[in-house]
T-cell receptor, first 111, second 111 residues
Framework: SQELEQSPQSLIVQEGKNLTINCTSSKTLYGLYWYKQKYGEGLIFLMMLQKGGEEKSHEKITAKLDEKKQQSSLHITASQPSHAGIYLC???????????FGKGTLLTVNP | DGGITQSPKYLFRKEGQNVTLSCEQNLNHDAMYWYRQDPGQGLRLIYYSQIVNDFQKGDIAEGYSVSREKKESFPLTVTSAQKNPTAFYLCASYSPGTGEYFGPGTRLTVL
């Protein structure tokens, strides 16, 4: 079965700093999804990546999928307190509509 | 507006009681999912259903039951056989463009 490892598990940054969260898969990724979650709420879709080398941006968040399609990174530029939350990656292993999720990265942004 | 609703938002259960968590979607999605989220463990799949009248066990199905009599509805029953039911429960449905589309969650606490 596919496993996703996220790093770091938690991250504390000062407002205005850049940061990167990584998601590494044990198998080839057919689709890689990034979500954000506020405590006690549902997951909000951020971006989906499918092609090796693909890069997408939304506001100050950029996600990339490496050429070999086994690792993705999420980069936040000039972080703000509104970026705080849990970031989860989810992977489509290619079958059954079923996503596998990483354990999440807890981001704290101090003003 | 289309979306997923979960009710109630907070649920308290006495030991030995069965409780049912509601999940309704008006997105016309075929596949629906139930996850359990515990601190530090990420999302764990309880049950999923790809079509009406069919469902499959996920990774932690013991002590839970589901039904899928209508496309829009996928209720989860937490039975007295579930030894540690206190957790945050998330329902989702599958969208080809965003992976899994999540509801706002139900927090279950056993008293």
């Amino acid at each position: 079965s596919q496993e996703l490892e996220q790093s770091p598990q938690s991250l504390i940054v000062q407002e205005g700093k850049n940061l990167t969260i990584n998601c590494t898969s044990s198998k080839t990724l057919y689709g890689l999804y990034w979500y954000k979650q506020k405590y006690g709420e549902g997951l909000i879709f951020l971006m989906m990546l499918q092609k090796g080398g693909e890069e997408k941006s939304h506001e100050k968040i950029t996600a990339k999928l490496d050429e070999k399609k086994q690792q993705s990174s999420l980069h936040i530029t000039a972080s703000q307190p509104s970026h705080a939350g849990i970031y989860l990656c989810g992977a489509d292993g290619g079958s059954n509509y079923k996503l596998t999720f990483g354990k999440g990265t807890l981001l704290t942004v101090n003003p | 507006d289309g979306g997923i609703t979960q009710s109630p938002k907070y649920l308290f259960r006495k030991e030995g009681q069965n409780v049912t968590l509601s999940c309704e979607q008006n997105l016309n999605h075929d596949a629906m999912y139930w996850y359990r989220q515990d601190p530090g463990q990420g999302l764990r799949l309880i049950y999923y259903s790809q079509i009406v009248n069919d469902f499959q066990k996920g990774d932690i199905a013991e002590g839970y039951s589901v039904s899928r009599e209508k496309k829009e509805s996928f209720p989860l029953t937490v039975t007295s056989a579930q030894k540690n039911p206190t957790a945050f429960y998330l329902c989702a449905s599958y969208s080809p463009g965003t992976g899994e589309y999540f509801g706002p969650g139900t927090r279950l606490t056993v008293l």
